[in-house]
């Protein structure tokens, strides 16, 4: 059973094809040179990859406008080397999940081709359509300031189609039983050649009501739960991981009471508070957002990140929060993007300063779910901000210090590659971490492996005690008669924690320490005090247990 629901505790970490390793020359990243990587992946320890979007497609968004849901972008490779990928991945015990692209197609898809050309045509009605633009087009839009409406009209279909996110990605009317049918039988597709699930985006547009006119959609989240049947009958562990940015009221209805709508929920809510607290050093609303999304079914779960392909979406901040994370990590104009977000990776946020990217790291791999790594991260990868919108924070993979970081042995890489500035790959590349066995690299590693260990995060109940230090969040997981208690200091400063045995309920007094030789032993009264670091965090074993031991009671 525990082995069963593997997404509980995997290590998921999210790859782009294109900008991963060339294999032939030709500039572009490849299935073949992603094969080749796997080594690497299973080396850091990775047991899921999620594969953006591969598909045929104008690319005109990242791959998120699909052409062909059936192949694989010739520029990537063929059906054969993704499935010789599948099987690579097999052999080392990695899953694979893809982003499962059901929102919408691109205008260059042959459904929408015939829809437009042809009002008569089947497809016709797989598209959003109204005679007139709807009085509230203007409302809605994904990304404001670069789109403006969510309905354009089309010369060739005389008729105005609906489309949440950018002008060449039409919605598909997702109502209509025959695309439902067809999400279905992509999913069936690429089951049977090898992967685990899928990265559903944009859920809730996916299951909302679409129309001219409709002011407050209703979302059917039953659609959800045909999803998860369909893919149980084909494969019974096969998963999806939703990208949601829900409010956490509405999670339940995502999850399903009965826990038969999605397994996976991107925890958006945590990733904003967990920014605030970053910035601020006050962790009160994560603390906050943590209790809100408490509740998921059993067999549910949140994925937890950092940073991912997109900005880093505020919007659910108020605003005087998301001034605050605005000023400590990208106080500038060119660093923020759609009035709501931040659109720089993770280290030089941080300002490439190790304790702080530790301090953020370690929180994701202890925070109540499932990691999810954005490539690059672990080498503490940085942005180019000269790339429009999202662009700059999804530049090429920095192998090496050789010309074009060894990501292409061509002179005319087709994806961005960063080679100045104290993030380019001179300075930031795996040959030379791999080396150094106090790089971040290998501490990622180590800390993977120690996460993989501690199976109480992505199983137990958590608790976040209350240790009066500010800056200090405490989580306390308790499971099958196991516990563990994680500790970061958000601050800048040093401190020192005490906690009462009550608290920690350390009951034979020992605090196992999971990453150093330093135990903390209680001193009178069975209290423990704990000297935390600037940006310090510690991963303690509660009462002396040894887990290793014990694995065979659980
Ligand atoms: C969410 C994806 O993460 C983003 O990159 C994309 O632009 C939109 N969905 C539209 O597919
Ligand atoms: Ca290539």
Redo the contacts with the bound molecule.
């Keep these: 059973m525990i082995d069963d629901l593997w997404y509980k505790n995997a290590i998921v970490y999210c790859v782009s094809v294109g900008t991963y390793m060339d294999s032939n020359g030709d500039g572009i990243g490849d299935f073949e040179g992603l094969t080749r990587r796997l080594d690497y992946l299973h080396g850091l320890g990775v047991t899921t990859i999620w594969l953006m979007p591969f598909q045929p497609s104008p690319r005109r968004?990242?791959g998120?406008?699909i052409a062909d849901y059936y192949g694989v972008d010739p520029r990537y490779g063929t059906l054969g080397d993704f499935v010789e990928f599948a099987h690579g991945c097999k052999q080392r015990g990695i899953r694979v999940i893809m982003?499962l692209?059901a929102?919408?197609t691109s205008d260059q898809h042959p459904w929408f081709q015939q829809a437009r050309s042809d009002p008569k045509s089947p497809y016709r009605d797989w598209y959003v359509w109204a005679d007139k633009k709807p009085a509230d087009a203007d409302k809605g839009v994904?990304?404001p300031g670069v789109q403006d409406s969510t309905w354009t009209r089309d010369k060739q279909a005389k008729a105005y189609y609906f489309h949440?996110?950018?002008e060449f990605?039409p919605d598909l009317n997702t109502a209509n039983p025959h695309v439902q049918a067809e999400i279905l039988k992509i999913m069936g597709f690429w089951l049977q050649l090898g992967v685990c699930g899928f990265r559903m985006?944009?859920v809730p547009f996916v299951i909302a009501e679409k129309g001219a006119n409709i002011r407050e959609p209703a979302a059917n989240y039953d659609m959800l739960r045909t999803f998860r049947e369909f893919l149980q009958w084909r494969q019974g562990d096969a998963i999806i991981l939703a990208?949601a940015n829900i409010p956490p009221e509405l999670s339940m209805e995502y999850f399903g009471a009965d826990g038969d709508r999605l397994h996976m929920i991107f925890n958006f809510a945590v990733n904003q508070a967990l920014f605030h607290a970053l910035a601020t050093a006050d962790t009160s609303l994560l603390a906050e957002a943590l209790e809100q999304t408490r509740q998921h079914p059993a067999t549910g779960q949140w994925g937890q990140f950092l940073r991912?392909?997109?900005e880093l979406d505020l919007g659910r901040l108020k605003p005087e929060q998301r001034q605050a994370v605005f000023a400590a990590f990208g106080p500038e104009k060119s660093m923020q993007l759609y009035d709501r977000g931040i659109r720089r990776r993770l280290a030089p946020m941080l300002q490439g300063d190790r304790r702080r990217l530790e301090l953020a790291t370690s929180l994701m791999l202890t925070l109540p779910g499932t990691p999810v790594f954005r490539y690059g991260d672990e080498i503490g990868m940085g942005d180019d901000l000269s790339l429009p919108e999202?662009e700059c924070a999804r530049t090429t993979m920095q192998w090496s210090d050789e010309p074009m970081g060894g990501f292409t042995r061509s002179t005319e890489p087709k994806r961005p590659v960063i080679a100045e500035g104290p993030f380019g790959f001179a300075h930031v590349n795996v040959a030379q971490q791999r080396r150094d066995p106090q790089s971040l690299l290998n501490w990622t590693e180590r800390m993977i492996r120690m996460r993989k260990e501690v199976p109480e995060i992505g199983w137990g109940e958590f608790s976040v005690l209350d240790t009066d230090v500010p800056g200090v969040l405490a989580i306390r997981y308790d499971w099958r008669n196991n516990s563990v208690l994680m500790l970061h200091n958000l601050r800048a400063e040093a401190c020192e924690v005490r906690l009462d045995p009550e608290v920690s309920g350390s009951h034979d007094g020992l605090l196992i320490n999971l990453l150093s030789e330093e135990h903390s032993r209680p001193e009178e009264q069975r209290r423990h005090r704990i000297l935390l670091e600037p940006y310090g965090y510690r991963w303690f074993r509660i009462g002396g247990l040894d887990y290793l031991l014990r694995r065979d009671e659980i």
């Design positions: 968004d990242n998120y406008d982003d692209v929102n919408h994904v990304f949440r996110f950018y990605q985006d944009a990208e991912n392909h997109d999202r």
